[in-house]
T-cell receptor
């Protein structure tokens, strides 16, 4: 299975702190995407990192990808209460168009 | 930011009834998808659609499911005879290219089968 698995499953931090979420996957990917989901809402695309990239930044987000370890991390710097949500990684395989989602990390940012 | 619109936001249906979930993908996107998320569980791939045909489908996408792009703008998911276990959030997504670009999701339709 290509499924991504995030850890931790849940993370609680104080506003202003950094939050790091990790994702591991099992088979080769073309790219890996991170999404945010507020409770009961839609999936918001955050960032895409390709298999030939090692690091990517977007605002307060930093994503890394290590294809040798089949892992990725999402760092949110200077967190805000509004960052409270579930975060999912999703890998797209080399020969497939579908995204395989991980189980997500529930992030709580305490004001 | 590309926009994907889904209607209705919530649908309640009786077991055995047919439902049609509707989506308007981003206008210049070429690849379309349906995913579902049972409450508290992972987002699961159902089907991908390109050039007016299914390009890939999962084991979940059995004969009870069908997709259609009837008019060049809408993309629909039909469940012919709903079961209790079909209750889930259904997400439509679209992407410009199949494998290498971002997939953007709609807000979802919460389907409740009673």
């Amino acid at each position: 299975s290509q499924q991504g698995e995030e850890d931790p499953q849940a993370l609680s931090i104080q506003e202003g702190e950094n939050a790091t979420m990790n994702c591991s996957y099992k088979t080769s990917i073309n790219n890996l995407q991170w999404y945010r989901q507020n409770s009961g809402r839609g999936l918001v695309h955050l960032i895409l990192i390709r298999s030939n990239e090692r690091e990517k930044h977007s605002g307060r987000l930093r994503v890394t990808l290590d294809t040798s370890k089949k892992s990725s991390s999402l760092l949110i710097t200077a967190s805000r209460a509004a960052d409270t949500a579930s975060y999912f990684c999703a890998g797209r395989g080399d020969s497939s168009y579908k995204l395989i989602f991980g189980s997500g990390t529930r992030l709580l940012v305490r004001p | 930011e590309p926009e994907v619109t889904q209607t209705p936001s919530h649908q309640v249906t009786q077991m055995g009834q047919e439902v049609i979930l509707r989506c308007v993908p981003t206008s210049n996107h070429l690849y379309f998808y349906w995913y579902r998320q049972i409450l508290g569980q992972k987002v699961e791939f159902l089907v991908s659609f390109y050039n007016n045909e299914i390009s890939e489908k999962s084991e979940i996408f059995d004969d009870q499911f069908s997709v259609e792009r009837p008019d060049g703008s809408n993309f629909t998911l039909k469940i012919r005879s709903t079961k209790l276990e079909d209750s889930a959030m259904y997400f439509c997504a679209s992407s410009l290219s199949g494998g290498i670009t971002e997939a953007f999701f709609g807000q979802g339709t919460r389907l409740t089968v009673v």
